[in-house]
């Protein structure tokens, strides 16, 4: 598709819950970010892939987190045990493969509360 | 240890007005420089982006300034209007660490009065 699309759109967990989120990037882009959006809008960068395979996954707390880009499936961000601190907005980004153009092309996010 | 400084935090400027969002970086090796807009509830838009290669670039209403220098870049809205009202965040990437990661400041809410 022309652009990133995520789902759910809103999700709501209570605490100690699983919370999967997913991502389809723009077809041809052949690498996706993830990024967590807390209250005062602060950006967090949490991992990105190239194809199926993680490039960078500095930002992620690996106890509880973990990612996915499988071929031909949406990719997913899983979260086990969610706390109350990680409701936040996760947005996935996705970009055209390296020597091209660095413009990252943002999907509509999804809202996470953990209650 | 913020990498990237934004200021200022909000900003009301007239209808007509120009507006001006500031940034600063530490890590000389950043070296691509995006603007993204975001309206409530909705993702990032890429607005806008330079390299250290050239001080200003323009499209529209839009232009960033880039002094590598003083390690700092800034975003002027010219003519604004009430649709530009949104929260601005500029960012930066190491492309050269491979990584390719936003490295985000942490916004300016824009709003333009009628």
């Known amino acids: 598709g022309e652009e990133v699309a995520q789902t759910p759109k809103h999700l709501v967990r209570g605490e100690g819950q699983k919370a999967k989120l997913y991502c389809a990037p723009i077809?041809?882009?052949?690498?996706v970010f993830w990024y967590q959006q807390v209250l005062k809008n602060e950006f967090k960068f949490l991992i990105s892939f190239q194809n199926e395979n993680v490039f960078d996954e500095t930002g992620m707390p690996k106890e509880r987190f973990s990612a996915k880009c499988l071929p031909n499936s949406p990719c997913s961000l899983e979260i086990q045990a969610t706390k109350l601190e990680d409701s936040a907005v996760y947005f996935c980004a996705s970009s055209q493969p390296a020597g091209a153009s660095h413009e990252q092309y943002f999907g509509p996010g999804t809202r996470l509360t953990v209650t | 240890q913020q990498q990237v400084k934004q200021s200022p935090q909000s900003l009301i400027v007239q209808k007509g007005g120009i507006s001006i969002i500031n940034c600063a970086y530490e890590?000389?090796?950043?070296?691509?420089f995006p603007w993204y807009q975001q309206f409530p509830g909705k993702g990032p838009a890429l607005l806008i982006a330079i390299r250290p290669d050239v001080s200003e670039k323009k499209e529209g209403r839009f232009t960033i300034s880039f002094n590598k220098s003083a390690k700092q870049f800034s975003l002027h809205i010219m003519d604004s209007q009430p649709g530009d009202s949104a929260t601005y965040f500029c960012a930066a990437v190491n492309s050269g660490g491979s990584n390719y990661k936003l490295t985000f400041g942490k916004g300016t809410l824009l709003t333009v009065n009628p």
């Open positions: 077809k041809g882009h052949s690498y």
């Open positions: 890590n000389t090796a950043f070296d691509y």
